[in-house]
């Protein structure tokens, strides 16, 4: 919420700084020094004052003309989401969901390395597709990144697949950026994504989004196994399964 110059010079200075977090948080696309200030109602010179600080600590980033949360920012986000106790519920859900399927079961972050796994229940399986707590995978290539570059405006979708051909980790890797850009806008329309062993050979999986209270993409709750045994037609089945144990971790997640 917008406030007046005098409201705005009340603002205790140690809020500030949160206040400009919270208010680019709240956007999917950039947002330069003007608008932040005109959102908090902050003079311009203090806006830009420490906006600069920010950038120049990690907590935001230079995204062309505008700012976006920095690489601080989004590791203290996500270390919020496993900080609280609801990771205990956030837990139960994939574990209820891996029973239920049979297969692994994961939640997933966007970082600017890729996906970053935050959460998994195994399956029993003695042969399984292991990817531990902590790695990184593609966007381009997985269902958990799809999915995430699904959620995306048109534009910043288009920016970040670029228009170089796409690196190519198995046979079935969409390696052309229009081919993808194509696959993002039936995704974004089905709401969810499949990886057809794109991405390891033998590895199908299925991912949709978590949102939160406004509709905003926050992470990814995705199911991956062997194909002997989970083709991508399976993994496709289970789609109304993780949309709905999806909005059971939207909840967790807001009421934390």
């Known amino acids: 919420m917008a406030m007046d110059g005098a409201a705005g010079d009340r603002i205790p200075t140690n809020l500030r700084t949160l206040m400009i977090l919270e208010t680019i948080g709240r956007r999917s696309s950039p947002m330069n020094a003007a608008e932040i200030g005109r959102e908090i ?6 806006i830009h004052r420490l906006c600069n600080t920010l950038v120049s600590e990690g907590f935001l980033a230079q995204d062309g003309s505008g700012l976006r949360p920095g690489r601080r920012a989004r590791s203290m986000g996500s270390g919020l989401l496993h900080a609280s106790t609801s990771h205990i519920a956030r837990h139960r859900i994939l574990r209820e969901i891996a029973e239920e ?7 997933v972050v966007p970082e600017e390395g890729g996906m970053s796994y935050k959460d998994r229940v195994e399956t029993d399986w003695a042969f399984r597709v292991q990817l531990p707590v902590g790695s990184h995978v593609p966007f381009h290539c997985t269902a958990s990144g799809k999915t995430f570059l699904a959620s995306l405006k048109t534009r910043d979708r288009a920016r970040i697949v670029g228009d ?9 890797t969409t390696t052309d950026p229009e081919q993808l850009l194509k696959e993002l806008k039936t995704i974004r329309r089905q709401g969810y994504a499949i990886d057809n062993e794109e991405f390891i050979d033998g590895m199908a999986a299925i991912a949709v989004p978590i949102r939160d209270a406004d ?13 002997l045994r989970y083709s991508a037609e399976r993994a496709a089945s289970f789609a109304p399964l993780l949309e709905a144990a999806a909005r059971d971790l939207s909840g967790v997640i807001m009421d934390m």
């Open 41 to 46: 109602g902050l003079p311009k010179q203090t």
């Open 101 to 107: 399927i049979g297969e692994t079961v994961n939640f």
């Open 164 to 172: 170089e051909p796409l690196e190519a980790l198995t046979g079935n």
């Open 215 to 227: 509709g905003r993409y926050v992470a990814s709750i995705g199911v991956h196994g062997p194909v």
